[in-house]
């Protein structure tokens, strides 16, 4: 329903305003270095921009998912 939709969309909200904070600290989700949390984390939050998430609205989480997106493990060969 549209009560539940709301509500999944402020947790998301709060979620990313977590993770936020966290990247404003370190590079990456685990501090200094990439790993396989980036990789997985990415590409669900990928395809949650792609679902409408406001990834915009976090700056930091927008220059993470970028850095993470130019990573070789992320590119699909045609």
């Not at 990456?28 to 998430?53: K, N």
């Not at 976090?58 to 992320?74: I, N, T």
């Amino acid at each position: 329903s549209d009560i539940h939709a709301q509500a999944a969309k402020a947790g998301l909200n709060d979620l990313l305003a977590v993770l936020d904070a966290r990247l404003a600290a370190q590079p990456w989700m685990l501090g200094a270095d990439y790993s396989l949390v980036d990789l997985v984390v990415g590409s669900v939050l990928g395809y949650s921009v792609f679902l409408g998430a406001p990834v915009n609205a976090h700056p930091h989480v927008q220059a993470w998912l970028a850095r993470v997106q130019a990573r070789p493990a992320m590119q699909i060969d045609s």
